[in-house]
Each structure stands twice: as C-alpha cells, then as structure tokens.
C-alpha cells in the first residue's frame, strides 16, 4: 500500500487518538503544578514542580508503588502461565466437551468486574464457602490482616484476567500447523519437546502482546483493591490508583493527584518502551 492511500485511511484515526492522549496529557501536567482543593478550582495557585516532589518524597506513594510493583510481578505471569497451560489442555479437547469448558472458563466475562469482586469478597464473609473451607484445611480462622487482604487481591487478579490469556492462546493455537506436530511425532519427539520447540515459538508474539496488555490493566488496577479493602490504611493494600484516588478526594490534594497521575504515566512508558521494542524486534524478525 502506497504512504499516501495509507496516511488517508489512518490519519484521521491518527490524529483523533493523538488529541485524546496528548491534550488530557498535557493538561493533567499543568494541574499537577497547581495547589488545586475543592474550595479553589476556579482559582488555582501555581507551585511549578512543588506537587511532583512531594509525590516523591511521599512514603504512602512509594509504599503503593511498592505493592503495585509485586501485583505485576505475581499476576502478569501467573496470567501467561496459567493461560498458555490450560489453552494447551484445551486444545486436546474436541467436540461438545470443548465448548463446554471455554463456556465454563469465560463464565467471569458475563459479571460486571465490580459485582463479581463484590461476589469474590462474599465468599470470605463469615458464612463464606472459602472462609469455611479456609478453617476446615488450616483448623484456624481466617482473619482480615494486611497479608490475607493482599493475598485475596492477587487472587483475585489471578482469576480475573487469566480467562483473556486463556482464549488469546487458544485462539492462537489454532493457527498452528498440523504438519508440524506430526513431522516431530515422527522424530520420536514427547509432547513436551513439542511444546517447547514448536507451541512456545509459534506463541510468542501473542505472549508479548499478553504482557504489553496486561502490564498496562495491572498498573492502574482500581475497583477490586476498592471493594477488597475499603481503602482501609491498616491493610497497607493502596496501589498507585487508589491513593491517587484518595489524595484527590479525601486529602483534596486535586494538583498532587495529577502529578502523581503523570508520573504513573511515566511509570508505565519506562516498563513499556522496552518490552514495545521488544515486540517490534520480533515482527522484523518474521518478515
């Protein structure tokens, strides 16, 4: 296609996806160097890079920094694993059974994310099925505390998102050639060796693509740390989202929470850019 006719059917859309980003963007800078409260919006003070410091040298956000950083680190692979070994087992799966398990694994894609957490947390009520169960395998009882309230949120997080991973991969494996699989069943090759020299290769642009989408959903994880917690400070559980959330309407801090809002920002372009290029390394690699 020709850099013209191209540039005539992307632009607009180029254009358009750049005013979104760019204009809340700079905005959200320009508040952040302001002392903004509920009491003067219409007239804010100007402070310069005042509020990006304070962001820096507050304890709180680094400790939701901190517990945003182990989230990624415990959920985004425990999504690409989980994902990538239950596609596999799937898709040993033929007929009526087959669709039936997919039915039964995106059956969280049916319950809006908020009243399925509000379920999730129920279960660990006193008449929770996962409380009793809790008590019957450990003969303790379960208790709120800053480790079973974090445990709680990483798996919930496990849960939520792994069904994505799961039909990505899925759908992935479908494209994989048969002659392949045979020629090195031929070879005497185990499923194993199948798997690590064949299924994982042919997988691996989808598994960057699974990362750059799920480092981005995980970075502003909100609604399950709201309603698992309670922005309750004893749990300690805040991630970068709910204490901006917090920062801007419980401490009215309206200017600090945009510049921590931008700083987040360039929290996830310095963990991107290089998995981005990363992932643009392997298109060249397939042409």
Do not use: C
Request: cysteine-free; overall charge positive.
């Amino acid at each position: 296609m020709e850099r013209r006719v191209f540039l005539g059917f992307a632009g607009p859309s180029i254009v358009v996806m750049t005013l979104l980003m760019v204009l809340p963007l700079a905005m959200a800078i320009w508040l952040g160097m302001h002392f903004i409260t509920f009491d003067n919006v219409l007239e804010p003070q100007w402070v310069g890079l005042r509020n990006f410091a304070a962001a820096l040298g507050d304890q709180r956000f680094w400790q939701s920094f901190g517990f945003t950083a182990l989230y990624i680190g415990v959920v985004v692979p425990s999504w690409i694993v989980i994902g990538f070994v239950v596609a596999v087992l799937l898709d040993q799966v033929t007929g009526f059974a087959r669709g039936l398990y997919l039915s039964i694994f995106l059956l969280r894609f049916i319950i809006v994310p908020i009243v399925g957490t509000i379920m999730f947390r129920q279960l660990f009520e006193p008449s929770g099925l996962l409380r009793w169960l809790y008590q019957e395998l450990l003969n303790e009882r379960f208790r709120y505390t800053e480790q079973t309230v974090k445990s709680l949120i990483l798996f919930h997080g496990i849960w939520y998102v792994t069904p994505f991973t799961l039909v990505v991969y899925f759908a992935g494996l479908q494209t994989l050639p048969q002659d392949l699989i045979e020629a090195a069943g031929i070879d005497g090759a185990s499923r194993l060796q199948k798997i690590r020299h064949i299924v994982i290769p042919h997988v691996r642009s989808l598994t960057l693509f699974i990362l750059l989408f799920s480092i981005m959903d995980s970075y502003r994880v909100f609604d399950s740390v709201f309603v698992l917690t309670g922005l309750n400070p004893l749990y300690k559980a805040n991630t970068i989202m709910t204490y901006t959330y917090q920062t801007a309407t419980q401490l009215e801090r309206l200017g600090r929470a945009n510049a921590m809002a931008v700083l987040t920002i360039i929290g996830i372009m310095v963990v991107l850019i290089p998995n981005l290029y990363l992932s643009w390394k392997e298109q060249i690699a397939e042409r």
